[in-house]
T-cell receptor, first 115, second 113 residues
């Protein structure tokens, strides 16, 4: 079975400061991991994904995420937050060992960047 | 760029009405998905389709049905709308299942009175 947790409903950060949005997962085998962003009244947009290879994945809009197998985490990071980064962020996981080939989404984390 | 469009951004229906939500993608993707999004619950998969006329139930299929007569179009049907189906409905498509990125439509916010 696959599952994903986003332990924070909301993250607040000041503009210019680094930001982290947390994601932990549980799978039987190896994971495929995804981050999506949703701006108000919009659908989800793909940010980045980890399939295999380098643990540090770089994505759109200056975001990156680090795959940590021992901690089963895939936290989203950005060195310097912008007010325009304020949005809802979703982590998703797919277990590559058996089961469904459809990713499971987390509940989402609302990121608020203060001017 | 992949484009996924949904027929309505906002919809208001009455309890018991039959409701059709349409989704069209223009990138010849094999897979299409319907999710509902509710605050605090994230995205929950209703149905998905991996080919024309093929469909599989997701996590919450009760009260819904789907139709995929053409590759580019995936319809979600609420046979008899109920107030607990008030939600944001998101359609998505992907080239292959699994590792492939999903592309989402803008969503339909449905209110059932």
């Amino acid at each position: 079975a696959q599952s994903v947790a986003q332990p924070e409903d909301q993250v607040n950060v000041a503009e210019g400061n680094p930001l982290t949005v947390k994601c932990t997962y549980s799978v039987s085998g190896n994971p495929y991991l995804f981050w999506y962003v949703q701006y108000p009244n919009r659908g989800l947009q793909f940010l980045l994904k980890y399939i295999t290879g380098d643990n540090l994945v770089k994505g759109s809009y200056g975001f990156e995420a680090e795959f940590n197998k021992s901690q089963t985490s895939f936290h989203l990071k950005k060195p310097s937050a912008l007010v325009s980064d304020s949005a809802l962020y979703f982590c998703a996981v797919r277990d590559t060992t058996g089961g469904s080939y459809i990713p499971t989404f987390g509940r989402g984390t609302s990121l608020i960047v203060h001017p | 760029d992949v484009k996924v469009t949904q027929s309505s951004r906002y919809l208001v229906k009455r309890t018991g009405e039959k409701v059709f939500l349409e989704c069209v993608q223009d990138m010849d993707h094999e897979n299409m998905f319907w999710y509902r999004q509710d605050p605090g619950l994230g995205l929950r998969l209703i149905y998905f389709s991996y080919d024309v006329k093929m469909k599989e139930k997701g996590d919450i299929p009760e009260g819904y049905s789907v139709s995929r007569e053409k590759k580019e179009r995936f319809s979600l049907i609420l046979e008899s709308a109920s107030t607990n189906q008030t939600s944001m409905y998101l359609c998505a498509s992907s080239l292959l299942a699994g590792q492939e990125t999903q592309y989402f439509g803008p969503g339909t916010r449905l209110l059932v009175l």
